[in-house]
């Protein structure tokens, strides 16, 4: 085992370094949780995650699955409101399926939250109840549930401002409404530990999706919190041996009791492709109006009490994990949420291209890691265009987002690695995303060079550096959390049923809090 001695730090520096070089505050991080300044503030258009792969669900081979996940950090007691989406926001998932930096597709989700008013007989007076519910919950829109959730699906082609804007429907009944389930309560209320995962299959929906044949999924609502990462470790200035003889050498995940909320798409290949370009870019976006005027004195009813107006403004972004986190300096990160891709080259670039985490990295371990040259044109491959050879459009405008080659056949679960393209897995990241992809290890070693390693002399992925450029690039940095394919689920949406409200591990045997 090689044994790391972490070396006596000078606290203000480095800790001043940390911050600045990972936009750390006294709001933690991880993924894109909490990210931004603004965003810290505004949890309910806050995108945490964004996944895009060929679905391995047995017989849909022929399908791409694209997760956006949204509101991070929730614990499952997160009553009596629990987690909503945004009815005053505009969520979106954008696909580029020519390598122009721009969308050519954008799926719309907007969502209306109803109080059915639900009210008890107190003393011969008509009194609404304080809960999201009034008893155990089953099938969908039940009498017993006291807020319903609904969204409609929009698709628009070109611009997504201007472009043409069309319904997405059920393809059962032809309704363009789709109903949401509440969040997991917990087990009385579902009647048992699973019957919220039969509560919640009956909102995946088959949907007609303009212009396209052949039909897709969708599904909306809380699944178990799928990143995951040694958080508290990261945060206090890589608190354990990243160069660990094991992958897996017994860190926390500390998102393991959290929950999310998804937005799940499964879409067809030959719909979502050029017919040409096989690579097809992901990012997705939150917007509210410009403008909001609070309510002093709101009346009855959910989200009365702010009224907004004017265009949409852009507040939240993510393509690539980690990059608004690891990449983005803190003065520049509500700036690069509310940025297009296709402006990230000039906007963005000095980031990639001299990134300040290796360098804090170095200064941390200056024992066993060595100072990579710079400027560093393997990341601005990796981030902007995708890799030769893999993922990079024929075409390619550098602009940051999530690339998937749906020509790369998918691995079915079980056998995938989690380690992905640079383990010899190309269906696995950087090539999309699958969620049981360690992009935390991964984003360690590319941030360290580790591609300068994997090109080779004959630089295969393009990337435009080689091994001597980047000292550290072969060593196997890890967090020493890793899950695998198995932790999730099969089908779709792949993310596995979230953990119910009623839970509250108990303390180990004397434990006593002050």
Aim: aromatic share 8%.
């Amino acid at each position: 085992m090689l044994n790391i001695q972490i070396p006596q730090l000078r606290p203000l520096t480095c800790l001043a370094l940390t911050m600045t070089a990972l936009g750390f505050a006294s709001n933690a991080s991880a993924s894109s949780h909490r990210e931004a300044p603004f965003i810290a503030q505004n949890a309910s258009v806050d995108a945490t995650d964004l996944y895009m792969f060929r679905s391995y669900e047995t017989g849909r081979a022929g399908f791409v699955t694209v997760l956006a996940n949204y509101m991070p950090f929730q614990d499952p007691q997160g009553g009596p409101n629990f987690f909503m989406f945004n009815s005053d926001a505009l969520y979106e998932i954008h696909l580029d399926n020519t390598g122009a930096g721009v969308e050519a597709l954008t799926f719309q989700f907007q969502f209306q939250n109803t109080s059915k008013m639900t009210a008890l007989n107190v003393g011969g007076k008509s009194v609404k109840i304080p809960l999201i519910n009034s008893g155990p919950i089953s099938g969908v829109n039940p009498a017993s549930l006291n807020v319903r959730e609904t969204y409609t699906l929009n698709l628009v082609r070109g611009d997504r401002r201007t472009g043409a804007r069309t319904s997405v429907t059920n393809a059962t009944g032809g309704s363009a409404t789709f109903d949401k389930p509440v969040d997991n309560i917990g087990d009385k209320t579902f009647g048992s530990a699973t019957g919220y995962a039969t509560y919640a299959n009956q909102h995946v929906y088959s949907i007609t999706i303009p212009g396209c044949a052949t039909p897709g999924k969708v599904f909306v609502g809380q699944r178990k919190e799928p990143f995951y990462i040694a958080v508290g470790k990261i945060f206090d200035l890589f608190n354990f041996n990243p160069l660990g003889a094991d992958e897996i050498n017994g860190n926390n995940n500390d998102l393991e009791g959290k929950n999310v909320s998804t937005l799940a798409l499964e879409l067809p290949i030959s719909c979502i492709t050029n017919g040409t370009e096989p690579v097809v870019g992901a990012f997705t976006t939150a917007s509210l109006r410009q403008g909001r005027l609070l309510n002093p004195s709101p009346p009855s009813g959910i989200g009365k009490a702010s009224v907004g107006g004017g265009a949409w403004s852009q507040v939240s972004r993510l393509g690539m994990p980690l990059v608004n986190e690891v990449i983005i300096g803190i003065d520049d990160k509500d700036r690069f949420n509310a940025s297009l891709p296709k402006n990230d080259a000039v906007n963005f670039a000095d980031y990639v291209t001299n990134p300040t985490l290796p360098t804090l990295i170095q200064t941390l371990f200056p024992t066993v890691t060595a100072p990579t040259n710079f400027p560093r044109t393997d990341l601005l491959t990796v981030f902007l265009r995708g890799l030769k050879t893999l993922n990079q459009p024929a075409n390619v405008v550098p602009a940051e987002m999530l690339r998937l080659n749906t020509s790369i056949a998918p691995v079915a679960i079980g056998a995938q690695n989690p380690l992905g393209a640079a383990d010899g897995d190309k269906a696995g990241f950087p090539n999309g995303r699958r969620p049981g992809d360690d992009v935390v290890d991964l984003s360690l070693r590319v941030a360290m060079g580790a591609l300068c390693v994997l090109t080779g002399t004959s630089d295969t992925f393009g990337v435009g550096c080689k091994a001597t450029d980047a000292p550290s690039g072969g060593m196997p940095f890890n967090d020493g959390v890793r899950k695998s394919s198995t932790n999730y689920g099969a089908t779709f949406p792949y993310l596995t049923t979230p953990l119910p409200g009623n839970l509250n591990p108990a303390p180990a045997a004397g434990t006593t809090y002050p």
